[in-house]
């Protein structure tokens, strides 16, 4: 027999357990329907194609929807090889396994800072130099997106089974032929996952892009783009919200930036699921 | 027959560990040599030094002569080695890529582009290594996707395709069923009328079965090496007989 104290205790934790699960689910879906039903109205085709004008009296935000374009191109264009020739570099060939071990700490390490110290460095790094522009926001986001990159890939290489880089050297490949044609395909996904949530970083940074990228609204060509200073759709989401009181504008971009970052958690799941199934 | 390996004096080091001792031996051209012993004895190890696998280890350390075809293993280009002295692993080790290309990455790294010749090299690699009859019609087809028997005989296939002098067999079976096993068996009795074949075994019966001289391996050293009759029916060492006759291992 169980006793009665026994019992209410066992019910009163089952009660707790199921009240913060509730709640944790109705905080998400509170939040997730809050900002839909409030952004989604907003989006209009007129919001979505032209740049805002005070002589129009109009609010668009296509200028900050290029900027984020060109500053996810720039950003990944810099760090991907960056990223992965080091990763190749550090599990291929690095001999010292205390050395890679210490970089590998440092870039976990380097994933926790909070973003907006990169933004410092970077405005006093990048901005202070070639001025505030998404050039310099970009390449601070390099420096933020480096790890990601990097350990994806490690984490990727160290899967390829050993196996093949002894089946090609048994033929007579040299190591750089092996790391091209063996073990580079088996880490595609890796880099893929790394691209992936890098893209979904860069669309959440704000703190970081405030200090180096700026806040312009102005719709430019990819490089006039990238040589002056623009806001990203987050950076937009703040200046219409705090700075000009638009909230119908900061929750259509709010709206906007929900769905692709589901979207892109959802790939980032998609390409790790299938990754493991050609792994098994 | 002239060998076409000779080592002399030869000792290996792990680390700390002596993983070979002193080991001479010559191994003649176009027959069978099977490397017997228990397990950790140094027979793996040998036949990895023979076409230099044990480079990628860090922290061995090698003293003594190892030479091919006359000369220094450790003075000729690594990979040159290695495509005249080929290896066929003990777990079957397909590249994730078609049938084809796995056959064709060697001579591809070696340097043959022109498409007729690699299709030429490809089927007569597939057909040495009696396997052609069975994917020809999907040579397309990822390499995955073979029987473990197939895949391994693939892998003897790609091997084969860089026309190597000696081939090396780590166990090749160890993994495989016995039809599979014996498919293996037939092909290296039939291979040796090109190549030379140096097999590590566990299994004494296939040693018996298909090589023409047997080494003995015990604790790193070899104890004895001869012709395979001999060493089963007449083995001049103690610990050999006991070997063979199934007292340890």
């Given at each position: 027999m169980i006793s009665n104290r026994r019992k209410l205790y066992v019910w009163t934790v089952r009660i707790l357990m199921v009240l913060a699960t509730a709640l944790t689910g109705l905080l998400t879906l509170f939040l997730v329907g809050y900002v839909l039903l409030r952004g989604i109205p907003n989006i209009t085709w007129?919001?979505?194609?032209?740049?805002?004008?005070?002589?129009?009296?109009?609010?668009?935000?296509?200028?900050?929807i290029l900027n984020t374009i060109y500053i996810i191109i720039a950003t990944l264009v810099i760090v991907l090889p960056l990223g992965v020739g080091a990763a190749v570099y550090l599990t291929e060939y690095a001999s010292n396994r205390r050395l890679v071990g210490i970089i590998e700490y440092a870039a976990e390490a380097l994933s926790g800072i909070p973003s907006i110290i990169y933004g410092l460095v970077g405005m006093l790094l990048f901005s202070n130099n070639m001025g505030t522009s998404l050039m310099a926001g970009a390449l601070t986001l390099v420096i933020m997106n480096l790890p990601v990159i990097m350990r994806n890939t490690q984490e990727s290489l160290k899967t390829v089974p050993q196996a093949y880089r002894e089946g090609a050297f048994g033929l007579g490949a040299g190591k750089w032929r092996v790391i091209r044609t063996v073990v580079m395909p088996g880490c595609v996904d890796g880099v893929v996952t790394g691209c992936i949530l890098s893209v979904g970083r860069i669309l959440g940074e704000s703190a970081a892009l405030l200090f180096t990228a700026g806040f312009a609204h102005v719709a430019n060509g990819l490089w006039e783009g990238l040589h002056s200073a623009g806001a990203t759709l987050t950076v937009a989401l703040y200046v219409y919200a705090k700075e000009q009181g638009e909230f119908e504008v900061a929750f259509a971009i709010a709206a906007i930036l929900l769905a692709l970052s589901l979207l892109i958690n959802l790939s980032a799941t998609m390409v790790t699921k299938k990754y493991q199934r050609r792994n098994q | 027959m002239k060998p076409i390996i000779?080592?002399?004096?030869?000792?290996?080091?792990?680390?700390?560990?002596?993983?070979?001792?002193?080991?001479?031996?010559?191994?003649?051209?176009?027959?069978?040599?099977?490397?017997?012993?228990?397990?950790?004895?140094?027979?793996?190890?040998?036949?990895?030094?023979?076409?230099?696998?044990?480079?990628?280890?860090?922290?061995?350390?090698?003293?003594?002569?190892?030479?091919?075809?006359?000369?220094s293993i450790f003075d000729q280009d690594v990979n040159l080695l290695r495509k005249e002295v080929g290896m066929?692993?003990?777990?079957?080790?397909?590249?994730?890529?078609?049938?084809?290309?796995?056959?064709?990455?060697?001579?591809?790294?070696?340097?043959?582009?022109?498409?007729?010749?690699?299709?030429?090299?490809?089927?007569?690699?597939?057909?040495?290594?009696?396997?052609?009859?069975?994917?020809?019609?999907?040579?397309?087809?990822?390499?995955?996707?073979?029987?473990?028997?197939?895949?391994?005989?693939?892998?003897?296939?790609?091997a084969l395709a860089v026309q190597p002098r000696v081939l090396l067999m780590d166990e090749p079976t160890s993994a495989l069923d016995p039809i599979s096993t014996l498919k293996i068996?037939?092909?290296?009795?039939?291979?040796?009328?090109?190549?030379?074949?140096?097999?590590?075994?566990?299994?004494?019966?296939?040693?018996?079965?298909?090589?023409?001289?047997?080494?003995?391996?015990?604790?790193?050293?070899?104890?004895?090496?001869g012709d395979t009759d001999q060493i089963f029916t007449n083995p001049a060492d103690q610990r050999t007989n006991d070997y063979v006759t199934g007292r340890f291992g």
């Open positions: 007129e919001l979505l194609s032209t740049s805002p004008s005070y002589l129009a009296d109009r609010v668009g935000i296509l200028p900050d | 000779t080592a002399k004096d030869l000792c290996l080091w792990y680390g700390q560990s002596q993983a070979l001792k002193n080991i001479d031996i010559a191994i003649p051209e176009q027959s069978i040599t099977a490397l017997i012993g228990p397990s950790g004895c140094g027979k793996s190890t040998f036949l990895k030094t023979l076409n230099r696998m044990n480079d990628l280890i860090p922290g061995v350390k090698i003293t003594g002569t190892v030479e091919y075809n006359g000369q066929v692993f003990q777990k079957p080790n397909p590249f994730p890529m078609s049938i084809y290309d796995n056959v064709a990455y060697g001579p591809r790294t070696h340097g043959i582009r022109d498409r007729k010749r690699l299709d030429e090299i490809v089927e007569r690699s597939l057909r040495d290594a009696a396997i052609w009859d069975e994917v020809k019609d999907r040579l397309k087809k990822n390499a995955l996707g073979l029987s473990g028997g197939q895949q391994q005989r693939l892998c003897i296939a790609r068996e037939e092909l290296a009795a039939k291979l040796k009328d090109k190549y030379t074949i140096v097999i590590v075994t566990h299994n004494m019966q296939q040693a018996l079965r298909i090589s023409d001289h047997t080494a003995f391996f015990l604790l790193g050293e070899l104890v004895e090496y």
